[in-house]
């Protein structure tokens, strides 16, 4: 139904100002830029070490237990950067931010996101439907105004694109889950 991208913030005092230039600076410094995510194992995580393994970069990852405490610690310089989605650092402050997909990262889709399941054996006439209303709400106006703020980019694929996405999504997290030796604490 909806996918939020993520966003890479620095503190107000961080030296690269754009995605570019923080890659640049991860690479002439290696394990030395620190990078706060909203949960431990959660997908912001999961996109820094795909961040990481893309860029062939090595970053310092630390784990908050929501959004709010991120963006208390990148706003009190406790943390070199963040990566987020918008709304957990008050999208209204970034209205010009680039998602890591826009800056140099094409293919990058390791978001946070929200879709509908249906039980195995639902009829598929019931799937069909379910996917027709998510399609109609998505097009109305006071839904869209109602998430524009969070930086949701609303969807309204078919059943068999979902199940595609999210087939190739478990294939990624369980590598990098893998690679990264990530563990539920």
């Known amino acids: 139904m909806s996918s939020f991208p993520h966003v890479v913030a620095v503190k107000q005092d961080f030296p690269?100002?754009?995605?570019?230039?923080?890659?640049?600076?991860?690479?002439?410094?290696?394990?030395?830029?620190?990078?706060?995510?909203?949960?431990a194992a959660g997908m912001g995580q999961m996109a820094g070490e795909e961040l990481q393994r893309r860029a062939e970069i090595k970053l310092i990852?630390?784990?908050?237990?929501?959004?709010?405490?991120?963006?208390?610690?990148?706003?009190?310089?406790?943390?070199?950067?963040?990566?987020?989605?918008?709304?957990?650092?008050?999208?209204?402050?970034?209205?010009?931010?680039s998602t890591l997909?826009?800056?140099?990262?094409?293919?990058?889709?390791?978001?946070d996101w929200n879709g509908m399941f249906a039980a195995t054996g639902t009829p598929a006439a019931i799937v069909d439907r379910m996917q027709a209303v998510i399609a109609e709400a998505v097009k109305d106006t006071k839904v869209r105004e109602r998430l524009d703020p969070t930086g949701a980019d609303l969807v309204a694929n078919s059943p068999a694109e979902f199940k595609t996405w999210?087939?190739?999504?478990?294939?990624l997290l369980g590598k990098l889950i893998v690679a990264a030796g990530i563990k539920l604490q």
């Open 166 to 171: 999210l087939t190739g999504q478990r294939e």
């Open 16 to 39: 690269a100002q754009t995605v570019q230039k923080y890659l640049a600076a991860a690479t002439a410094k290696p394990g030395t830029i620190s990078y706060g995510t909203p949960p």
């Open 101 to 111: 997909n826009e800056s140099g990262l094409p293919g990058f889709d390791l978001n």
């Open 61 to 97: 990852h630390v784990p908050y237990r929501g959004g709010t405490d991120a963006a208390r610690e990148i706003g009190a310089a406790s943390v070199d950067s963040v990566i987020t989605t918008p709304i957990g650092l008050a999208r209204p402050s970034l209205p010009d931010a």
